[in-house]
């Protein structure tokens, strides 16, 4: 089961750090990422972190925002600075592997001034 937390309004040029709690034993083995999706557009990827930490992120958010996850308290962090109206969307946490992928119920993140 995962969850997610954070997501708000927030102004254009604010923060926000979403939280993902995961429960059972396979978040350390796991890929963790972040995904959103917009009204009337596609899920994206925006973001993955490996179980040894390597991290990659899409072009759209480089620079602005930062993954990490706690393999020892079994959760995925997403820091999103410098936002854009255009980050708007639901934010969706997912952990996958060869032979699992769950997601998240999601967390709305709105910018808007």
């Known amino acids: 089961q995962l969850v997610e937390s954070g997501g708000g309004l927030v102004q254009p040029g604010g923060s926000l750090r979403l939280s993902c709690a995961a429960s059972?034993?396979?978040?350390?083995?796991?890929?963790t990422g972040w995904y959103r999706q917009a009204p009337g557009k596609q899920r994206e990827l925006v973001a993955f972190?490996?179980?040894?930490?390597?991290?990659n992120y899409a072009d759209s958010v480089k620079g602005r925002f930062t993954i990490s996850r706690d393999n020892a308290k079994n959760m995925l962090y997403l820091q999103m600075n410098s936002l854009k109206p255009e980050d708007t969307a639901v934010y969706y946490c997912?952990?996958?592997?060869?032979?699992?992928?769950?997601w998240g119920q999601g967390t709305q993140v709105t910018v808007s001034s």
């Open positions: 997912n952990v996958w592997g060869v032979t699992f992928n769950y």
């Open positions: 972190i490996r179980n040894g930490g390597s991290a």
């Open positions: 059972g034993r396979i978040f350390s083995s796991a890929t």
